[in-house]
């Protein structure tokens, strides 16, 4: 289920997009990166943060991410000997805590991408 | 003495460099975090934004052809929220982060028992473990397809991707030597002791609070 999906083709400098986590058993989600370019030229660079705030008016604050400095990554064997497709996914779980969280991607070279973002 | 598990918190990412989880400490608190990284060469880096000194736990410990892991711990000196990175060296790859707070450690050196092990089947098992002191914390990691904690032992964190840590408190004066199990397939399984802290009463040395029927108002 995707529940989110923003593109941004040849967008450079950040995006962001903001959703809510209705309460409910704990339970994760999976962010995952949608690109023709981005497996194949290792030139290309995308950082992802996550941020996350529990009452409306709060701050976000970070809650997890991941810096990837490098693309070209398809064809290499990660966890469980499965072949990577070179598209990065970034994941965790939480506690079922109620939640609005806002997902911000900086680009520094353009390229065309997307993202979604998925609970499992 | 007497340990409480204050927060846990896992997050994984492939293929990328870092992976970043945020954890909330007070003061004093035993923050400790797992890792494990794509491929078996790699090193692993820990770093946070408040400034820890972070020392070694388990050190780097390899399984061959696949990948590393390691852990580190720290005593909180802020009571905030904090951004915790792991960074691995070479190529983008599978990297995950598991943290934890937990509140009750010995004023003292913390660390005690280490030890680490792999397994092409499971249930992933660790290594035994000698606590020291009693009222130890033991806290184990796995990599892999966990699917559940073993007997004993209480979830930690979950990267969402079927990796986990687990924990749980010893008795004082327990010194047996202590395994950590998983339910889950082939493993890469990191074992630690923690020493606790001796000043803090059990629970059970809280004067009980007695709760009473209110009175009924009488006309």
């Known amino acids: 289920m995707a529940a989110i999906q923003i593109v941004a083709e040849q967008m450079r400098g950040s995006a962001q997009v903001e959703r809510d986590i209705n309460a409910g058993p704990a339970r994760s989600f999976r962010l995952k990166m949608t690109s023709p370019t981005f497996p194949t030229d290792a030139s290309l660079q995308f950082q992802l943060d996550v941020l996350q705030r529990f009452h409306a008016g709060e701050e976000f604050v970070n809650w997890f991410g991941f810096g990837l400095t490098n693309g070209g990554a398809a064809g290499t064997v990660g966890k469980d000997g499965a072949v990577s497709d070179g598209l990065p996914v970034v994941g965790a779980s939480f506690d079922g805590r109620a939640r609005r969280i806002r997902v911000v991607a900086t680009v520094p070279t353009a390229f065309v991408w997307g993202l979604t973002i998925e609970e499992i | ?219």
């Open chain 2, 1 to 219: 003495m007497a340990w409480l598990a204050i927060e846990h918190e896992g997050a994984f990412g492939t293929p990328v460099s870092s992976v970043q989880i945020t954890l909330t400490p007070r003061v004093g608190d035993l923050i400790v975090v797992g890792s494990f990284g794509f491929v078996d060469t790699v090193d692993l880096t820990i770093a946070d934004d408040a400034g820890h000194t972070w020392s070694q736990a388990n050190p780097q410990h390899v399984r061959a052809g696949q990948d590393v892991g390691e852990s580190w711990y720290t005593r909180a000196t802020v009571s905030q929220l904090i951004t915790i990175t792991v960074t691995k060296s070479g190529a983008a790859q599978y990297l995950t982060v598991l943290g934890s707070v937990f509140r009750g450690a010995y004023n003292g050196t913390i660390l005690g028992d280490t030890d680490a092990s792999t397994g092409g089947a499971g249930p992933p098992t660790s290594p035994a473990v000698t606590p020291v002191a009693g009222g130890e914390l033991i806290w184990a990691a796995t990599l892999d397809a966990v699917t559940a904690v073993g007997s004993g032992y209480l979830k930690g964190a979950d990267d969402g991707d079927t990796d986990w840590s687990e924990y749980r408190f010893l008795a004082p004066g327990d010194v047996e030597n202590k395994i950590a199990t998983f339910v889950g397939g082939a493993y890469h399984v990191l074992i630690a002791t923690f020493r606790g802290d001796p000043e803090r009463p059990q629970y059970s040395d809280i004067p009980k609070v007695i709760l009473q029927k209110p009175h009924r108002l009488e006309a």
